[in-house]
């Protein structure tokens, strides 16, 4: 595959090679989705990292070309004063993959062992009893027949910088900028400790985690789309040929004329 040089000499897939490879990929997840289909299993992935580390467009380019009721995408806002009453892992739980689906965590129960932590929404004694019962729980997760698969992006500090500030006069990136992510940026070593203390904890032999290097957004999606190609087997879906009815002509008319008269969408381009 073709790279450029970047300034630091570094290769960089060049974009069309990029895309290209790209859509090879989403053709093999669109038969991962079959296949997952076909079998009726059940698949887990959960995507945690730091801020800005790319695990929305990493999502965006594993689902934009599949079925979204095999591939659910599950993206939870901040607990409700009700939710936070309730065993913890159990507003996770309820999203979980019936047989047939793919269900991917845009940040998960990890939440607890990151930025609960750091910021000081969950008490010590809290963080620590979820790193002692977080393996045990997936162990069950995993033994009751869900193929489970932990992500962390990780981008280094100085493209974090840059892509912080990035979103600062971007006006289609601004919105990816709250206080809780100008926070996160002044607690960057927190943060990595807090990253240290949940993989000694949860990097466990039935549920390990992999990490992702993000730096560049491109190489960081093809590595992480082929590696989730390579962790569940998949094999070509017995299918009958599709080929396309006679439209029926009874009782046709002109269904354009009694249009007319009623509301479109003025076309500008």
């Given amino acids: 595959m073709a790279k450029s040089k970047d300034e630091n000499g570094n290769g960089r897939l060049k974009r069309k090679e990029y895309e290209k490879e790209l859509s090879r990929l989403q053709v093999e997840l669109c038969k991962l989705q079959e296949w997952v289909r ?53 507003r996770y739980i309820q999203y979980f993959p019936a047989a047939g689906e793919i269900v991917i965590f845009d940040r998960s129960w990890y939440n607890r062992a990151g930025v609960e932590y750091v910021m000081g929404f969950c008490t010590k004694e809290q963080h620590k009893r979820f790193l002692e019962l977080c393996p045990i729980v997936e162990q069950f997760v995993v033994e009751g027949g869900i193929i489970l698969i932990k992500y962390w992006l990780e981008v280094g500090k100085n493209e974090q910088q840059r892509r912080f500030e990035a979103r600062i006069d971007d006006p289609l990136r601004q919105w990816k900028l709250s206080p809780m992510d100008l926070e996160s940026f002044r607690r960057w070593y927190e943060y990595s400790r807090a990253r240290d203390i949940m993989l000694k904890a949860t990097d466990t032999r039935h549920a390990p985690w992999y990490i ?30 599709v080929k396309l009815p006679k439209r029926k002509t009874k009782g046709h008319y002109d269904d354009q004329i009694t249009l007319k008269g009623k509301h479109f969408v003025p076309e500008k381009y």
């Fill in 212 to 241: 992702v290097r993000t730096d560049d957004k491109k190489k960081a999606r093809l590595n992480c789309i082929s590696h989730l190609l390579r962790m569940i087997p998949f094999g070509k879906v017995p299918k009958e040929k």
């Fill in 38 to 90: 076909f079998k009726g299993l059940r698949v887990l992935v959960i995507f945690e990292g730091r801020d800005a580390a790319g695990k929305g467009g990493t999502i965006r380019a594993i689902t934009e070309r599949v079925n979204p009721r095999i591939f659910r995408l599950v993206a939870l806002p901040a607990p409700s004063d009700r939710e936070k009453s309730q065993m913890y892992m159990q």
